[in-house]
T-cell receptor, first 114, second 111 residues
């Protein structure tokens, strides 16, 4: 158990809809990362937060947004969903933001857009 | 920019050794290695910071050649439990702190 909690585990929704994915980091970790993994593909970096502030951004679509709250949990919002957004979305947390400490991954949220 | 991993896939018999390579076109600050089993989350194996150090974790070790911007993961006397997809993640120097993962190397260990 990594200590990172992601909810929900599964989401099935229709095109055009909006969903929110939630992540609670490991106790003591201040940094949260979001990654997208399409079927049998690699991990695509979306965005990173550190102690409530956006730290780094990847190829995140404008339809996607995220934030980290004062209690350090994070939410990833996906809107105007398309079929191609179907993927496994991972949240990971780390103690420090700079790549010098390990990432601990949650079990992911599997999003299916129909 | 995404690091390049090689090989893309490898099949081993139990007890054999393997090397997985990861290279970047940018100067690196750190290299991470993770293993992901099918349907599961990636699990941290080790991290190497610039300085050319080598690290070990049981029968799995890794090296980091800072000058060549390359890292290699060494799996010795492989076990069935080593099967999975291995990802390297790199953070470049002088950039924001994002960790970018390679496309992965699929490793299968058979009897």
């Amino acid at each position: 158990d990594s200590g990172v909690t992601q909810t929900p585990k599964h989401l099935i929704t229709a095109t055009g809809q909006r969903v929110t994915l939630r992540c609670s980091p490991r106790s003591g970790d201040l940094s949260v990362y979001w990654y997208q993994q399409s079927l049998d593909q690699g991990l695509q970096f979306l965005i990173q937060y550190y102690n409530g502030e956006e730290r780094a951004k990847g190829n995140i679509l404008e339809r996607f947004s995220a934030q980290q709250f004062p209690d350090l949990h994070s939410e990833l919002n996906l809107s105007s969903l398309e079929l191609g957004d179907s993927a496994l979305y991972f949240c990971a947390s780390s103690a420090s933001p700079g790549g010098q400490s390990p990432l601990h991954f949650g079990n992911g949220t599997r999003l299916t857009v129909t | 920019q995404q690091p390049v991993q090689s090989p893309q896939a490898v099949i081993l018999r139990e007890g054999e050794d393997a090397v997985i390579n990861c290279s970047s076109s940018k100067a690196l600050y750190s290299v991470h290695w993770y293993r992901q089993k099918h349907g599961e989350a990636p699990v941290f194996l080790m991290i190497l910071l610039k300085g050319g150090e080598q690290k070990g974790h049981e029968k799995i070790s890794a090296s980091f050649n800072e000058k060549k911007q390359q890292s290699s993961l060494y799996l010795t006397a492989s076990q069935l439990s080593y099967s999975g997809t291995y990802f390297c993640g790199t953070r470049s120097t002088g950039t924001a702190s994002k960790l970018t993962f390679g496309t992965g190397t699929r490793l299968q260990v058979t009897l």
